[in-house]
């Protein structure tokens, strides 16, 4: 008895980690597909409606659906309210600080820390032009690693899933 509930609770756990592992995975995707709609927003209002970056940032952070660009935009909009200090440097760190964070939260690879980290690169003291270009740059750059992403989600869900399952099966038979 106890060997069948002991295989039962250790194919529940790979099958478990599999299943885990893809949803992860669906997430990324999803809050990647998030952002560059946020960039294209911030772009927007940086254009038309020519709000600084700040104040960008705090209109996104209230609309956003996605908890972690919202997190991501308020604590940026929060941090750069709070100090007195030089805001161009300022910003850099506080943007490499809280994308830190977001590649953390989602586990991000290292290509789209590094892309969004290019995009704290601009500064406030280019004009709303420059800002535009690249921020739609860095926002293509984002959607093609997306794109590259998506077309290799629903092999990778399903290897992650039934190799989940198989290793589950293949440990309780080692162990039977």
């Known amino acids: 008895m106890h060997r069948v509930i002991g295989a039962a609770i250790i194919i529940f756990a790979t099958s478990y980690y599999g299943f885990y592992t893809s949803i992860r995975l669906n997430k990324k995707i999803k809050c990647m597909d998030d952002l560059c709609t946020s960039l294209q927003m911030l772009n927007s209002y940086i254009v038309y409606s020519r709000l600084t970056v700040g104040e960008a940032f705090n209109k996104l952070a209230c609309i956003s659906s996605n908890k972690n660009i ?35 939260n989602l586990e991000l690879g290292q290509v789209y820390k590094e892309l969004l980290y290019e995009l704290g690169v601009f500064t406030s003291y280019i004009d709303p032009d420059m800002q535009s270009k690249h921020i739609l740059g860095v926002k293509k750059k984002i959607e093609t690693e997306n794109e590259t992403l998506k077309r290799e989600q629903l092999p990778k869900n399903k290897i992650y899933r039934t190799a989940g399952m198989t290793v589950g099966l293949i440990i309780v038979i080692a162990l039977l």
């Open 70 to 104: 919202s997190d991501l935009y308020n604590n940026i909009y929060k941090k750069l309210n709070k100090s007195d200090i030089d805001n161009e440097k300022l910003f850099d760190e506080i943007w490499k600080c809280e994308v830190d964070l977001l590649a953390e």
